[in-house]
C-alpha cells in the first residue's frame, strides 16, 4: 500500500509546536500529543500555509489567548458532523477561531455562516484582513460592537438570512456580561440549536477582570433559571493520564435548547 505524501505531510502539521515555548502550545507539550489534530491534518496546503502565518504574527507581539485545539475540535465535530450553517461567535479577539470556522464552511460549500461580534475595532480591522488573505470573505461577516447589545441579534440573523443554530461565546468572561450574553441570545438562537462557553471552569474564574466569578457564576445562576436546558459543563486538565478526560483546564460548557416541538 503506497502512502499519499500530501497525506504524510499533512499528518506532521503542528508537530513541531511542542518545541516552542510559547504558553499557546501546552497541547501540543503535555499527553504525549505527537500527532497533528484533525483540525489542522484536514486543512488544505494554502490554508494551512495562512494558519502557520497566522501563529508567527501574532506571537511576534506576544499574545496568545485563541481557544484551544480542544474547543476547536468539538465545535468542528458538531459544525461539520451536522452541517450547521448558522453560526454566531461572540468575541473573536485576534481570529484564530474564525479563521478556523470560516475554512470549515467553506469546505462545506457555506456562505454567509458565521458573524463574529468584537468590541474592540482594532483586532477585528486585523481579523478582516486575515479573512482576506485567507479568502473566507464570502463565509465570514464581522460586526464591531459589544457582543450583549440589544440589537446584536437582528442585525447577525439579516446576514445570516435565518437565526442561529450555533452560537459562541469567548468574549469578556465577565460575569455580568456574560448573564447578558445569555439572556440575549438564548432567546435568539434557533429551537434546537446550540450553545457552546468558553472558559466556564472553577479555574477560569480568575479571567474575569472585575473579579465576580466569570462564566462560571453566570452560568451558576442562569441555569437554575432555565431548567429546560439541556447542559453539560466539562472541567478540564491539560494531561492524558489526569482527572478528567476533556483536555483544556479552562472548561467548556455546551447546551442545547430545546426544539420547538416534541421529536418523534
Known sequence: MTTDPGTADRSLRSTDFGDRAHRRYWWHRTGGRSYAPPVYSDLTEAEWAVMEAWFEDSERVGSGGEMSVPMISVLQGFIMGSGIRSIVQLGHYKGYSTLMIGMMLRRMGVEKGLVS???????TEGVQGWLARAGLE?????IVSDSAAPG??????VILGR??????????HQYAHTLREL????????????????????YARGWDSTGEGGVRRALEEWLPRHPETAALMLEGNPNADGPVAYADGCGLCMMQKPPAAPLA
Open 152 to 157: 446584536m441579534p437582528a442585525a447577525a440573523e
Open 183 to 202: 439572556d440575549l441570545w438564548w432567546d435568539a438562537l434557533a429551537p434546537g440549536g446550540l450553545m457552546f462557553l468558553h472558559d466556564c471552569s472553577d
Open 163 to 172: 437565526a442561529p443554530r450555533c452560537l459562541i461565546i469567548d468574549s469578556s
Open 117 to 123: 461580534i468584537d468590541i474592540d475595532k482594532g483586532m
Open 138 to 142: 464570502a463565509q465570514v461577516r464581522l
